[in-house]
Each structure stands twice: as C-alpha cells, then as structure tokens.
C-alpha cells in the first residue's frame, strides 16, 4: 500500500475536497472538480523527505570532446542553422579535478537522550518517548522489518496480503470484534490509515486520546496480538481475497498503477527489488494460501525482526513497564530469520548506457518524459552516508535553481516549469528525478539534459550555492524553533525509520548543528565534482509516457535526444533584491476589539473594507499561518471563466511581483520560510500562507504585492497552456474525470456557468493581457477582505504588519458572490460510464443534496452522520461483500449558500457493483427508518470526539473564516463541537440522515465494463 500514493488516488477516486487552488482555503463540497497534482501529471514523485517509496527522474550523456579550435566545415553552415559553438574545457576544479567519494564514515549518528531505546530478551526492539504535542494522546507502531521484496517466488504480494490479515482476527479478537473496539476506542479504520506494506517494510499504526478508559491496554494488546498471535483462517484468506483483488485492481491495473510498475521495473532492475510487485499479480492474489501467509508470518514476524514505538503524553517509566509486560513472553516461531537482503550503497548494478524507452495507456491523458538517475543508496544512520545523501540533496537543490533560471531564460523548451529532486523508490535504492511536457518533447529532453551537464561541466555558480545553502539554512533554524511542538507521529515515525534504516533521531539542537556544519564543509568545486562523478557512473532512464505510442517520442528517438545533449553554459545571473518593497505608513484601524471565539483573539477593521483577525497559538512553535478571503470568487465573473481563473492564478504565482523577476522573488525567499499562494474559487478569492514569526512581514508585502504589482510572463502563459491541454486530455481519457466531470453536469443541470475544464477554442485565445485581466478583476482592490492570522507572535507584531500591508491595499467596490446553483435535480438519476475491464477504473459514487442552514449543530451533525454510515458500509460493503477495497461516505456543508452535499464512493469490480449498491441503499434506508444502534452513535461520536482538538492552526483559521457567512455563535470552532457533540442524539442523526442522504433524490453514478 504505497502511502504517497495511495493518499493521491484514493484522493482522485472519491474526488472529495479536490478544489486546491481553484476554491477556497476552507471546508469544501463533497463533489468537485477533477483535479491533477500541481505539475499535471500524475505521476509517482515524493521528495527524498517523504516515506516509503515513488518515481522520479534524473540523467546522463557521453560529454563530447572539448576542442580550442573547431576544424573547418566542408560546407558553410547555412545561416537559419549557425555551426554550434565550440565546448570550453570543463571547468578546472582543482583538488577535485580527480574526485572519487571514498569510503564514508561508518560512524553511528547520535541518538536524542529523549527517547529511550532497549531490547527486550527475545530480541523486541522498543523506542519509548514521553511527548505533550499535541498532548493526552498516544502513538503506538509496530514495525516489521519485512515487506514486498522478501515475498517468496510464487506467492508475491504475501507481505501486503498479510497486512490486510491482521485486521481479520487474532487468538483474542475475531475479525469483526477487533474493529468494533478499535471504533469504540476512536480509532478510524480504512485503506491507508493502520498499515501500510512498502518493499522493505510492514508498520502497523494506533492512534489514540488518553481520555477513554482503557486505551491503552486495548492498543498493547492489538499490537501484540498482531505480532504473535494472527489466526489466518482459510475462510477469513479467502473473504479477504477480493478486497485484495480490488485494490490491486485500482493500484496496478489503472493507467497510474501500470505506468508507475513500468518505471518501477527500471528502476528495481539489477537490485534486489527486481521483479518486486508490492501488491502482487492477479494470480499471486488468487492463488495465495493460508499457509503461504502463514510461512511469511511465522518466518519474518519474530520478535527480533519487530520494533514497538510508543510516543505520547505517558511517563516513559509506565510505557517501558506495559512493553515488558505485553511482549517480554513473544518468542520467534521458528528457529532463525533468513538473511536480509544487502541493501547498502552500489548494490545497483548502474547501467552503463542510457535506458530509453516508452511505456502508455489508452486512459492515461498527459504526454510527458520520464528522466531519472539512480543515486548510490548511501548508508542513512551513519555520519559518512549522512554525509553524502545531505550534499546529493544539496546538489539536486542547486540543479533546481540552475534549470528555473535555464528555464525561465529561454534555454528550456519544455512547457512546464522544471524540478528536480533527490527521492527513494525504496529502502536501498534512490533517484534523482522529475517529470516535464511540451510541444517537443525530444528537444525538450535534450535540452534539459544540455543544462544539467552544463553544471557538470562548467561549474555551479557561487550564487547558486549561496541560494541553496540560504534556503537549507533558514529551514533548519525554522526547525529548531518549532521544535518544542514537535507533535508524536513525527518522532513515531522517525523511530520506525531509524529501526529500519538507521535514520536520523538525534536531537534537533545536535542535527541542525551537525548539518550547518556539513554546509560549512562543502565547496562549489567538490558539489561539481559530485555531480560529474554521478553522471558518470549513472546514465540517463528516459521514459515517455502518454495514451498512445503513436503521441509520444519513441525510445529511438529519445536515444538520440540524450545523444545530443551538449553541455549549456548558465544563463546570465540577475541581480539580486534585497527587499520586496518599501514599508507602507500604517493606514489608522477605524475600530478594533477583542474576540470571544478563541483566547486573546483581537480584530482590527480598517477605511479599505478589510478586517484583519489575529488568534495567538502556539500549536506550532515559531509558525504563523494566513489566510485572506473576500466574496465574489469566479461566480462573479463571466460564464466559462470557471475553467481559467485556476490559470490565470497559476501565471501570476509564477512569474514574480511588482520589479522582481520570479527568479529574484525565488532567490530572496529562499533567505525567508515566508510562502504565500492566490487562489479563486467558486465563492471567494484570497491568500494563503505561512511562515515563521521572523519572517511574517515578507508573506504580507508578497501579499500586498500580488495585490498591487501582479504580473505574468510569457513562460508563464506557456505552462498554463500546457496544463490546460493535459486537464482537457484527462477530461477525455481518464476514466475518474470522466465520471466526476458527468456527475458535476448531472449536480449543477447543465449549467454553462459550472465549465471545470477550458474548451480547445479558450486554451487557443489564452493569453498574458487576458489570464491578468482575469486575476485582476477579483485580486486588484479590497472590499470585505477577512485575514485571518493565527500563530506563535506577538499581537503588537500583527497589528503593525495589518496597518502597514493590509489596511493600505487599494479599496475597490462592494460586491460578492452570486449563487448560480440551479438547485440539487429531483428524481433519481442513474449515469454509466463504460471503462475497460481491465482499467481498474471501476466503481461507483453516489451524491444527494439538500439545503441546510449553516449552524455548529448542523457541523456536528455532519460529522457524527458520516461516522456513522462510514462503518456500517465498512462492515456490510467491504468486509461482507469482500470484494470493494474502499468505501466511505461524507457531508460537506456549502458555508456560502446553504446547499450542503453528502457523498458515498465505492470501488468494486463491474459484476460486484449492483450488489455494492444495494448494500449501500439498505444500510442507509435502515437508518432512516430506525436510526443508528446505541453502539453505533457512541463509536461515532468517539471517533468524532478525536477529531475535535487543536492539532494545527487550520482548526482555528477555518471557523475565522466561516464568520463570513455565519455569526460567532455557529462558526464551529473545535470548543463548540465539542460542546455540541456531548448532547448529540440518535434521533436527530436518524432525522439528518434522512435530510442529507434523501434516497427518492439523488445521482449515481457507474463506472463499469460494458
């Protein structure tokens, strides 16, 4: 179950809160639109930062021979094609001209004197950390030092299929009453949020509020019940069989899922992945035994192959004492654990000449290349592998400079902006990557690799370093001062990875001093001489990805892409600013008062129309988040400008502010952690960002800028254009959009007003004056503008900042939304999307509507309602049925206009579908008729009462904003639903689930074979 990517398809399945920067920063309908990650092109890319595993891309190519005089042509060039200039000689870099890394330091990195660290005498590994962030609450791991690439011959996919067993009964609890009291105990199931299995892992994760009676017991327990006493059942094997079939389905047999396994079979090619499938194969799937889970569990789950990580708000003396007495009588299954794979650096076998090829699928709408490099898979927990992975991030850092600067300076012909980052395809094997489009995409490779070897060749510059080493140096003081609100799954997690792997769990103190030690080591000369050692031992994997063969270049073609890349000097440097604008005089508030909502919350109001509300919270130390809101949004601009206004945004956001060039505005804010994004969407239009308390006045005059100086470049129409051709070629092909983009027509009747993607006649008129106009006409002036800042500093600091940068934006005229919501259609409405048998495209949605004042009780309601079906479907859907691997169900209230929405998604085969549905139909026509079981409401309202806290600063920006359209009393802050939840009845959940899930009004949608 790959985390990264489940969570983004999964995402794109259920298309629930899918609006990102087209819709406001708040809580979102639960239909809306299809959405792609940000560089469209859905692919598999984590950063090296993130988890288990993705893709990425990076390469290589024989460097010609420099010459200091080109011999003479036979022919003159003709004057369109001048002969090409003559190669320099690399640059000279000195001590490093012959540079070859040298054996790191096998030194172990240090280990935080918080967390204690002991072995039990069965060999139980155990990290224990006493935490209070976000406080009365506990995290609890366990971690199987075994995933996908230990399944035997013949049975792949046994890791994975024994994840899914553990939720199907131990010695204590059968299948049914294990999930029942994690529910009862608040704790939510479904895909991706207990386990995962990734190729070298398996962790099983709790997550608990220390205010229910037992708690932690019950989470002792579960765990050692799962690491000793399964019961594998052939019955329970074979129930389970076609929820493992399903997700397979999804993940492997969708146009992603079999793109990403064509890339992964590159990249696993001559290491010990090869041939790993972490899902299995069909057959795998349907031939897996009771006994085959059996032999794994019995052969890897072993106490010395097992770690428990407990972190939360419990003295570590009462943790080590429940440890002891939960596992101290495990013992192993069988004699000894076979060996370990070697997964330690250079056990690739590096490919010794470019790898081109293509791989497509009909339902797969993006056309785009692939390039990678693999990396040496350098030790994690040692201070010589640390060492070299920390420059091979910093080096990937530099390159991202080096290609926006070629990028916007015209030496790239790609259509989309570059990156490039350093990212794990798994525990012993790592890339460099990134993905791109055009209209070229042969030149584009070409020239992507030109400037790449460029760096290589003639040197990075010092300007480049100095922005790397800025921008690393400013995250690292960001961490020490957030430290103290470090919440538990960052150190669970880490102590997971640091059992696995080695990684790092030194203390912050000692990490962000380790590290700024290692940047004082480096030099340009030996990062260049890094990198040119890379390139030569690690050549290009170049893919071309697309619907057909016949759209894409070939792997001919992209050969002698690579073939041709000659090494590209860097563009001319631009000079750097040193502030973003002059600071404004402070416009005057004409009132200001305190706010009962939250603690010590204060507001200002000021002559433009726009009031500024500060919450102090220290929830993330150092961390100030924002959010400004005013109404309008693209309901008040003109039909079709639904599908541009996202465009229009995303040209401004990336072509820099007022004099400073986007490459300046990226090189002063890598000295800053200030970030901020515009946004329209359908009500509204806004800001949001973050930063830290240092840095908040620069997120406020980027904020004022983009108000008062926006511009676009062309680069920046350009990658526009190329996203808007891929969200209409998703449109087209990808079976999900297909099925969302008909339900939205079938919700809004038609409307022209509700056009989620731009027609081929809009994509040809775009232009810079027009995408401009577009963001102006909502972001130019200020009339209701709410700014929310909620964060650890002081309110003296706000108040100055809002008279400065807020109060003294340009006034515009009042106006705001417009409701062009025809209303939810009557009847039922049955709509089917025919998709391939074999697409893994297959499932079904439902939507109802209904009009619902916005109120707190309304919120919880919401809230405890879709508990409430949540596990009934999980129960009669998935676990009954046994054949839909995913199956949910939500309301989302329309804050603006009082149409609330709810939702139920599920995947499952053609042939399963109807019998999924009617599953779906009974269970809710059973709560109308009766309401929820006494046991239900309470396992309800326990999961929603774990849900109530102030674990980020977005609990307190969202009800902020909701002051818009509701007053303080129904805003829903996490204190009144608390309050609320406490008097919440069966009886009116019967009667909301009756109003939101109306079952003689509703649209269905199915996406099934044919």
């Not at 997964?343 to 497509?360: G, H, K, L, N, Q």
């Not at 008062?593 to 204060?602: I, M």
């Amino acid at each position: 179950m790959k985390p990264a990517l489940w969570r983004k398809l999964l995402t794109l399945l259920f298309a629930i809160a899918l609006l990102a920067a087209a819709c406001a920063p708040d809580e979102h309908d639960a239909v809306s639109e299809p959405e792609a990650d940000d560089d469209e092109t859905a692919e598999v890319h984590t950063d090296e930062a993130d988890a288990v595993e993705t893709d990425a891309e990076p390469e290589e190519t024989d460097e010609p021979e420099p010459a200091d005089e080109p011999e003479p042509a036979d022919e003159p060039a003709p004057e369109d094609e001048p002969a090409p200039e003559p190669i320099s000689d690399p640059a000279d870099l000195g001590e490093f001209n012959d540079y070859v890394p040298g054996e790191p330091d096998a030194t172990l990195l240090p280990v935080d004197s918080e967390v204690l660290i002991d072995q039990l005498p069965n060999g139980l590994t155990y990290y224990l950390r006493s935490n209070d962030s976000p406080g009365k609450s506990i995290m609890m791991h366990l971690v199987v030092n075994a995933g996908a690439v230990l399944d035997p011959d013949g049975a792949e996919g046994a890791a994975h299929f024994l994840e899914h067993m553990m939720f199907n009964g131990t010695e204590r609890f059968s299948k049914n009453e294990l999930l029942q009291v994690l529910r009862d105990f608040g704790t939510d199931f479904g895909p991706d949020l207990n386990a995962y299995t990734s190729p070298d892992e398996t962790v099983y994760i709790l997550d608990f509020k220390l205010d229910h009676p037992g708690a932690i017991g019950l989470g002792f327990t579960v765990l050692s019940e799962w690491a000793s006493a399964a019961t594998l059942l052939p019955a329970d094997v074979d129930a389970e069989r076609g929820i493992v079939l399903d997700e397979y389905r999804l993940r492997d047999e969708s146009a992603s899922g079999r793109i990403s396994n064509f890339l992964d079979a590159i990249y696993y090619s001559g290491t010990v992945y090869e041939g790993m499938l972490i899902g299995g194969s069909e057959e795998s799937n349907l031939s897996m035994t009771a006994q085959d889970l059996r032999d794994f569990y019995d052969t890897w789950y072993r106490p010395d192959n097992m770690a428990v990580v407990v972190v939360g708000d419990l003295p570590v003396s009462e943790m080590e004492t429940l440890v002891e007495h939960y596992f101290a009588e495990l013992a192993p299954r069988t004699p000894t654990a076979p060996p370990q794979p070697d997964r330690s650096a250079f056990i690739a076998d590096f490919v010794d000449e470019p790898v081109t090829d293509v791989v497509t699928h009909p339902d797969h709408g993006p056309i785009y290349i692939s390039l990678d490099w693999q990396l040496p898979a350098w030790p994690a927990g040692t201070v010589g592998g640390e060492r070299l992975r920390f420059m091979e991030n910093l080096i990937a850092d530099m390159l991202d400079i080096r290609l926006d600067a070629a990028f916007r300076a015209g030496q790239l012909s790609q259509a989309t902006e570059p990156h490039f980052s350093a990212f794990p395809a798994a525990r012993g094997l790592r890339l460099y990557g990134t993905n791109y489009q055009g209209p070229d995409l042969n030149q584009a490779t070409t020239d992507y690799i030109s400037v790449v070897h460029g760096a290589a060749h003639f040197g990075f510059t010092q300007a480049e370093f100095d922005q790397a080493v800025s921008a690393i140096r400013t995250a690292l003081e960001f961490q020490l001062e957030s430290e103290e609100t470090r919440q538990d799954r960052e150190f669970s997690f880490g102590y997971a990875a640091h059992f696995l792997s080695g990684a790092d769990i030194s203390s912050t103190e000692a990490r962000v001093a380790r590290l700024s030690a290692l940047l004082d080591s480096y030099s340009v000369g030996e990062l260049t001489a890094h990198l040119r050692w890379l390139l030569e031992i690690a050549p290009p994997l170049v893919v071309s990805i697309g619907p057909d063969p016949a759209d894409v270049p070939t792997a001919e073609e992209l050969r002698a892409a690579v073939d041709a890349a000659i090494p590209l000097a860097p563009p001319e440097a631009q000079e750097a600013i040193d502030t973003l604008m002059a600071r404004p005089d402070p416009a005057a508030p004409t009132a200001e008062r305190s706010l009962g909502l939250f603690d010590e919350a204060y507001e200002w109001s000021f002559p433009n129309g726009a009031t500024v509300v500060f919450v102090p919270s220290d929830i993330a130390a150092g961390e100030v988040n924002v959010v400004a809101e005013s109404l309008g949004g693209w309901s008040s601009l003109s039909v079709g400008d639904s599908a541009l206004v996202r465009h229009a945004v995303g040209a401004v956001a990336s072509s820099g502010v007022g004099d400073a060039t986007a490459t300046q505005l990226d090189e002063y804010l890598a000295t800053t952690t200030a970030r901020v994004s515009p946004f329209i969407g359908q009500y509204s239009e806004g800001f949001s960002g973050a930063a830290g308390a240092d840095d908040l006045e620069a997120l406020f005059a980027l904020m004022h800028l983009y108000v008062t100086e926006p511009r676009i470049t062309e680069v920046a129409v350009n990658e526009q254009i190329q996203a808007m051709q891929t969200r209409l070629a998703n449109a087209e092909t990808f079976p999900q959009w297909i099925s969302e983009l008909a339900l939205l027509d079938a919700l809004y009747q038609g409307s022209p007003w509700y056009q989620f993607i731009a027609t081929q006649d809009q994509i040809d008129a775009t232009a810079g004056e027009s995408l401009l106009g577009l963001y102006q006409t909502r972001l130019s002036d200020v009339d209701d503008l709410l700014v929310a800042v909620v964060g650890d500093i002081d309110r003296a600091a706000v108040a100055d900042l809002a008279a400065r940068y807020i109060g003294t934006l340009p006034a515009g005229p009042d106006d705001t939304f417009t409701d062009h919501n025809p209303g939810f259609p009557a009847e039922v409405q049955r709509i089917t999307i025919p998709v391939e048998a074999d697409s893994g495209a297959a499932g079904l949605d439902i939507v109802f509507g209904a009009p619902t004042e916005l109120t707190t009780r309304n919120l919880v309601l919401a809230d405890v309602a879709s508990a409430v079906i949540d596990d009934l479907l999980i129960g009669r859907v998935r676990e009954q049925l046994g054949d839909t691997y995913s199956v949910g169900a939500s309301v989302s209230p329309d804050d603006a206009t009082g149409r609330w929405t709810a939702r139920i998604s599920a995947t499952g085969p053609s042939e399963g579908l109807e019998a999924s549905h009617a599953a779906i139909i009974e269970t809710v026509a059973e709560l109308i008729a009766n309401g929820p079981t006494d046991r239900d409401l309470q396992q309800a309202i326990s999961v929603t009462r774990d849900n109530y806290v102030l674990e980020s600063n977005s609990a307190i920006i969202n009800p902020l904003l909701r002051r818009h359209h509701a007053d303080d009393g129904n805003v829903g802050t996490p204190e009144q639903r608390r309050a609320v939840l406490e008097q919440i009845t069966a009886v009116e959940v019967q009667e909301h689930i009756a109003l939101w899930f109306n079952l003689d009004n509703r649209i269905e949608v199915f996406r099934s074979e044919q």
